[in-house]
């Protein structure tokens, strides 16, 4: 697996469930595709070839990180958030998954922005603005 060119950073490979297949663009056919996410600038590439972790560590980005059920959806939300106006609604529908695993997106998002060793490649205290108004 390359390291991400933005950040000279192993990215986090992990499996999309079928469940969260159809929020992403340019879905592939493959029974399992694997997406990665960059733990310094949070780029997420999708799809991408190779194996993912059977339990990534998204700790390697930081202790903020979601955990369990929300890790996913929230890595796929933050790769989105790059183009918020062409996936709104997955990403909509993504945050909405992260809330009922029991994880607050938007605090999520805060505790990212605080942390020194997150560098995101896009303006996530923007972003952030934008989707607390795309969900409320």
Do not use: K
């Not at 950040?7 to 340019?26: G, K, M, Q």
């Not at 493959?30 to 997420?44: D, I, M």
Request: hydrophobic share 40%; charged share 30%; glycine share 4%.
């Amino acid at each position: 697996m390359a390291a991400c060119c933005d950040a000279d950073t192993d990215p986090i490979a992990f499996r999309v469930p079928a469940s969260h297949r159809d929020t992403l663009p340019d879905r592939p056919r493959e029974t399992e595709p694997v997406a990665t996410l960059c733990p310094r600038c949070l780029t997420l590439e999708w799809p991408t070839p190779g194996d993912a972790d059977d339990e990534p560590d998204f700790s390697r980005i930081s202790d903020a990180f979601p955990t369990g059920e929300a890790a996913i959806p929230f890595a796929l939300a933050l790769g989105l958030c790059s183009s918020l106006a062409a996936n709104r609604e997955a990403i909509a529908s993504l945050l909405e998954d992260v809330e009922r695993a029991g994880t607050d997106p938007l605090l999520a998002m805060d505790r990212l922005l605080d942390d020194p060793g997150v560098e995101p490649a896009i303006d996530l205290a923007r972003r952030r603005h934008q989707v607390e108004q795309l969900l409320y």
